[in-house]
């Protein structure tokens, strides 16, 4: 899976896990800034969180209708500087007044406009490296690994931001609410790290700045050339696609709204065993046993496939070593378990960027079979399978949700201590099902649109992409506005949208198929 694909890949890739690492780090603890900082109470903060995350994916079609006029490098480049003062100005701890709420505003909208100037193109970047017959084939494997450095930066964004916080709380007094700014300040040097990178390896993607289609191995280009009426049909079906990604995010991105409530009010806030190991954070970024951890069961799963993918004896044995090194670490984790760790609410966001690493190759080796005996589904195909397996994610929130009460009837339950509490193990296990229709939707979506997109609209067409997933940022406050009704009610309505965009889907999938 990781073999034969253009340099330009890596380079890009790295640079966007930067990137994703601060957006992810700010996002973790962000309705809980507003909470803490401000008082907003949960729906406020869902409206104003939905908001954000509407506008800041909805960007990306200005961004792409300027590169496409004036270069997707550019646009890349203005959008780092951009989104790293918005970061900067999160970074001020200037309270809770009329000032503080200007600057918040002021940084998210910069942010925002950052964004739509980097992510979409930069992902345009990458597809016309694909464009070369020579990498053509690898299309869909090159956005599922660029897909899996992405969440490389968001990974171990949650633990990282709640040990500065509570470092910053410990060792200089800080308050709780001025805590969060230090959380924003890791934005702005991941921010750095992602500028140096994308300049340092620029090279190797330069010539992937254009909408054109690579006939050789040399510098001979062509425009691909299409009717007026394939044109239309492209973008007809681009667009049908892009009204089912809308739901799926709607669903996805309770990861930040509901599930995180959820979290916070209905799961244990300590846990014991052996899931303790994958559940705490501390003060010490060395210590936060959670996050080397996960880092071992990642090595565990590379290394077991590896054993089995690597061509040469020498790499099997690397890969042999590997794996026993990383089980023996977690088997002498595992028996030496002591008492209990104490589980913070944002803690469970680091497990879908880290079951995307980990279950990449897994689903890349699965396709990659089923394609060597011509069985593969298709992109459209994959799409829908994507739909329903999120709706099977939150069937098992509904599960869990049975015997609770609504949040009001919760929390004066858990002030009276007699709530009901359940196991962090159900988050974790929704967190596992919809990152596979994650994996199955996103990257792949992606890459159809990268494929399917008319040349002199790619820019566009990637940004209708974004278009679809800010209005389904924006749709995810109605389960938030919905907090306080019967758990089941919420769940139910998030596991019938999903089915619904999965016979859709299905509907026109030989269209699709067409234009694929």
């Not at 470092?167 to 001025?178: C, F, G, L, R």
């Not at 890791?186 to 992602?194: E, P």
């Not at 509904?398 to 159900?426: F, H, K, Y």
């Not at 988050?427 to 002199?456: C, D, H, M, N, R």
Request: glycine share 8%; hydrophobic share 55%.
């Amino acid at each position: 899976m990781f073999e034969g694909h253009p340099k330009g890949l890596w380079a890009l890739a790295l640079a966007n896990t930067g990137e994703r690492f601060g957006y992810y780090t700010m996002l973790a603890v962000f309705l809980f800034f507003l909470q803490d900082n401000f008082g907003f109470s949960m729906g406020d903060s869902s409206k104003i969180q939905a908001a954000f995350l509407g506008i800041v994916y909805f960007v990306p079609l200005f961004g792409g209708v300027l590169a496409d006029k004036f270069g997707f490098g550019k646009m890349v480049t203005i959008g780092i500087f951009v989104m790293f003062m918005g970061y900067l100005l999160l970074a001020l701890p200037l309270g809770a007044g009329a000032v503080a709420l200007g600057v918040m505003a002021l940084a998210l909208l910069l942010v925002c406009m950052g964004t739509g100037l980097f992510k979409g193109n930069l992902q345009v970047l990458v597809g016309n490296l694909y464009d070369d017959p020579k990498y053509s084939a690898k299309r869909d494997e090159g956005f599922s690994i660029f897909y899996m450095a992405i969440n490389l930066g968001s990974m171990f964004a949650a633990a990282v931001a709640l040990s500065i916080m509570a470092w910053t709380q410990e060792t200089y007094n800080v308050s709780k609410a001025d805590s969060y700014h230090f959380a924003f300040a890791v934005a702005c040097v991941s921010l750095v790290l992602s500028i140096i990178i994308y300049y340092a390896f620029r090279k190797t993607f330069a010539h992937a700045d254009r909408a054109k289609i690579v006939t050789n191995s040399a510098t001979e280009v062509v425009e691909e050339k299409l009717t007026p009426a394939q044109t239309k049909e492209r973008i007809i079906c681009l667009c049908l696609v892009f009204a089912v990604v809308i739901f799926f995010w709607m669903a996805f991105h309770q990861n930040g709204i509901t599930m995180n409530q959820f979290a916070r009010e209905y799961t244990a806030t300590s846990e014991t065993g052996f899931m303790s190991l994958f559940l705490s954070s501390s003060l010490s970024f060395t210590e936060i046993k959670s996050f080397w951890n996960l880092i071992l069961c990642i090595l565990l799963v590379y290394g077991v496939l590896n054993m089995f993918q690597s061509k040469t004896a020498k790499g099997k044995s690397v890969a042999a070593l590997l794996t026993a090194a990383s089980l023996c670490v977690l088997v002498y984790r595992a028996m030496n378990v002591t008492g209990s760790v104490v589980v913070e609410a944002p803690i469970f966001q680091q497990f879908n960027p880290c079951f995307v690493v980990a279950l990449t190759p897994i689903i890349g080796l699965i396709f990659g079979s089923l394609a060597k005996k011509g069985k593969e589904p298709s992109s459209p195909m994959k799409i829908g399978l994507g739909m329903l397996v999120a709706a099977l994610a939150f069937v098992i929130l509904l599960i869990a949700s049975l015997p609770l009460p609504p949040a009001e009837e919760q929390l004066a339950a858990v002030e009276a201590g007699t709530a009901t509490l359940v196991s962090p193990n159900w988050l974790i296990s929704t967190y596992f099902v919809l990152t596979i229709a994650e994996l199955l939707l996103s990257p792949i979506g992606i890459s159809f649109v990268s494929k399917v997109a008319p040349p002199q609209y790619k820019g566009m067409m990637m940004g209708g992409w974004f278009v679809a997933t800010a209005i389904g940022n924006f749709l995810i406050m109605v389960p938030g506005l919905m907090w306080g009704m019967n758990l089941t009610i919420i769940w139910g309505v998030l596991i019938g949208i999903c089915l619904v965009s999965a016979i859709f889907i299905f509907s026109i999938l030989k269209r699709l198929e067409k234009v694929a």
